[in-house]
Every structure is written in structure tokens, then in C-alpha cells.
């Protein structure tokens, strides 16, 4: 049983440590992070890639970041946060049992081997997604999540919309090359930035080496920035011969985490290049800082002929803001409220804005609204109220 799986095993295990040797000396002599002041597009050899901040989205830096690709199993981030959302919602769990069925133990390119009628466990499926960078698991997972891997890309499709990822068409879940399966470094910036809010995806993306099949098969992850870049936490990379070399990296330094893009790079010491001079630029020039709602800023307001004689009010704004560094001003914030309101009020009603500025710019503007409807005094409106009292007593 498992002839084929066996066979590359044995193989795979002489090969291994010789592997990951060697790849830890290129590693550390060729991607250890250095201070940058500056990035010209001219540095970064990907025909394409950018460097988000997650949260505000933020662009800091972009290079043809737009320009329609393929980006190989960069794919696999869409496939899992379809995954961790499922988990989330409670449809499916870390501890379900995965059948492989005909169709996913077909895959080619990086695998894990299974074989029709193998069962798994979520868990370990997406840690071979994660880690192995696993087509057969991805697959897996997809049918077990919808029933056949097209339904499955249907959802991921539609994910993408809401993400707003407007050039990216997927047409499988795992990244093979596919005519019109597509995307941008710009798009894979926006879904990097979803999964990553999916916490748990830092449990898978920061294993170096681990086992599946109880200690059988051993996995190296596919990321070397892993074993030399400060502060790295993931995320995905690919290779196809239609996409080159590809990579979504993520890292969080000093209270920031930030998301750099790769797409076509010539070979993958040149995607983890690539990645860490976007990061070093973005930790090297940028800080995040919180933002701080002013209490008196959110005071009831007056409410004239209304069934309350006041309203309360409430404004959403960010956790916090990118600033550029090397300047010591702080944030300021000012505000402007409405004094009196006349009944009837609608809960949401605009009634003042909170302004933010950094360096004498504004940075973010927010509104500050009713928290509850107010409804105006009238007869009926007040036999009423009179009534619930009574009736309370």
C-alpha cells in the first residue's frame, strides 16, 4: 500500500538534510536584512510586486503591482481563507477526517503523495497546504468543503469580488497553470492581508520542518526567509513555468506587520531577495501608530421636541495609522458636534467629524453619529410611554 508514496520517501529522506543545509547557508549569506532609506523599482527584479500594510491597506510601495499574471500556488492563500472561514463558522474542524479522493490524488507538481481513499485530518491537510505547499491536500480540502473543487472555485471567485480583487479569475484551487487563471501582486496584497486576520494561520506558516502520516512523511516549508529574515510569520510562495517564481511574505516588527508581493521572479533566490528589500524599506521608513478616540468628542447631544431630551452618539474609527518615520510630532485630533438636534432623530445621523492630522496634514477623517433613534413628542407618543410605565409597575 502507498508503493508510489514509499518509493519518494526513501528517496526524498537522503536528499533532505543535504537540502536544507545548503539552503540555510544561501539563505543567511544572501536575504539577512539590512537598513534601507530608499527603493527605487529599478532594485526589486520581480516584473511586478508591491508592499501593503495590512490593516489600512496602505500602499508603500508598488511596482507594476496592477499588471495581469499567473501566480502559481500564491493561489492556495483564496483556497485558505475558504478554509479557516469554514472553520470558523463552525461547518467544518480541525479534527474532521479528509477522504482523497480520485481527482485530488491526481495532482502533479509539489504534493504529499495521497492516494485515492487516503484519509487525513484538516489539521494535517492544511498543514501540507501551508508548509509542502501541498496541490493534492488543497484539492482535498476543497472537496471537502463543497463537494467538487469547480463549486469550490466558484466560492473563491466570489471571494475575491468581495475583497476587491478585480483582476484575478481563478479557475482551480491549487495555482497549476491554467489558461485565464489570473491575478495582480496588487490583488494577492489584498487577500494576503485577509488570511492573515485568520490567526491561526500563523500556527502552520511558521513551521520550518514537520511530519505527516504519524512520522512517515517529513515537510520542509517552501519559505526559506523563514530560517533568515527578523520577524517573518509567512505566508505563500509558488512556482510554475507560466508564473516563475512568486511570493505573498509577511512580517511583523515593532508593533507592525506588513505584506510584500513577488510575481515572475527569474528563480526563487531572486523572489526572497526581492521580498526582504520590500520589507526592510517598509520597516525601515514607516511606523504604525494607535489612534485614540477623545472621550468629549462623543458627548450627548441635545435633543429639542423629542421623547428624550438628549441623544447619545457614537464614532468607529481605525486601531491605528501608517506614519512615515524620522519625524518626532505627534497625532492631534479635533472635532466638531452639533449642539442641539430637533426630534425626530434617525439612529446613524451625521451630527459632527473627528479629524485627525500628523505633521500638519490630515491623515484620516471620521464621522461622529447617533447611536439610537429619537422619536419626536407627541400624544400618542407619550401614552405610550406612560402605558409601558404603568404596566411596569
Request: with cysteine.
Amino acid at each position: 500500500m502507498f508503493s508510489k508514496r514509499n518509493f519518494l520517501i526513501r528517496c526524498s529522506r537522503r536528499l533532505v538534510s543535504v537540502i536544507i543545509v545548503c539552503t540555510l547557508f544561501v539563505s543567511l549569506l544572501v536575504f539577512s536584512p539590512v537598513s534601507v532609506s530608499a527603493l527605487s523599482a529599478e532594485e526589486i527584479s520581480a516584473p511586478s510586486a508591491i508592499l501593503i500594510e495590512p490593516v489600512t491597506k496602505t500602499v508603500m510601495f508598488e511596482k507594476n503591482s496592477h499588471d495581469v499574471r499567473a501566480c502559481a500556488s500564491i493561489t492556495k492563500v483564496m483556497t485558505l481563507i475558504l478554509v479557516f472561514e469554514a472553520i470558523d463558522s463552525g461547518r467544518i474542524a480541525y479534527d474532521d477526517t479528509v477522504t482523497a479522493s480520485a481527482h485530488a490524488a491526481s495532482m502533479g507538481g509539489s504534493d504529499i503523495w495521497l492516494e485515492t481513499g487516503e484519509t487525513m485530518s484538516v489539521y494535517d491537510m492544511i498543514k501540507a497546504v501551508v508548509v509542502a505547499s501541498a496541490n493534492d491536500a488543497a484539492v482535498a480540502l476543497a472537496e471537502h468543503i463543497c463537494g467538487t473543487e469547480e463549486e469550490f472555485v466558484s466560492k473563491m471567485n466570489e471571494k475575491a469580488k468581495t475583497l476587491g480583487m478585480n483582476e484575478t479569475v481563478f479557475k482551480n484551487c491549487n495555482g497549476l497553470d491554467e489558461e485565464g487563471h489570473v491575478t495582480s501582486a496588487y490583488d494577492v496584497a489584498l487577500m494576503s492581508a485577509e488570511l492573515i486576520t485568520h490567526e491561526d494561520i500563523f500556527e502552520f506558516s511558521s513551521i520550518w520542518l514537520d511530519y505527516l502520516r504519524g512520522g512517515e512523511t517529513q515537510i520542509v516549508n517552501t519559505n526559506k526567509l523563514l530560517k533568515s529574515y527578523t520577524g517573518i510569520t509567512g505566508l505563500k510562495t509558488g512556482t510554475t513555468s507560466q508564473a516563475g517564481s512568486c511570493m505573498s511574505a509577511t512580517a511583523h516588527r515593532d508593533g507592525m506587520s506588513l505584506v510584500a508581493v513577488v510575481l515572475g521572479c527569474d528563480t526563487g533566490t531572486a523572489r526572497f531577495s526581492d521580498s526582504a528589500k520590500l520589507l526592510d524599506y517598509g520597516f525601515a521608513n514607516y511606523k504604525t501608530e494607535k489612534l485614540v478616540l477623545p472621550e468629549e468628542c462623543l458627548t450627548p447631544v441635545k435633543v429639542k421636541g423629542g421623547m428624550q431630551s438628549q441623544v447619545t452618539l457614537q464614532c468607529e474609527i481605525s486601531d491605528s495609522v501608517l506614519l512615515p518615520k524620522g519625524n518626532s510630532e505627534a497625532v492631534t485630533s479635533e472635532f466638531e458636534v452639533l449642539e442641539e438636534l430637533e426630534a425626530p432623530v434617525e439612529k446613524g445621523s451625521i451630527v459632527g467629524k473627528l479629524t485627525y492630522s500628523y505633521a500638519g496634514s490630515t491623515i484620516d477623517e471620521y464621522n461622529i453619529v447617533t447611536d439610537c433613534a429619537v422619536e419626536a413628542m407627541s400624544f400618542g407618543a407619550v401614552y405610550k410611554l406612560l402605558w409601558q410605565n404603568l404596566c411596569s409597575l
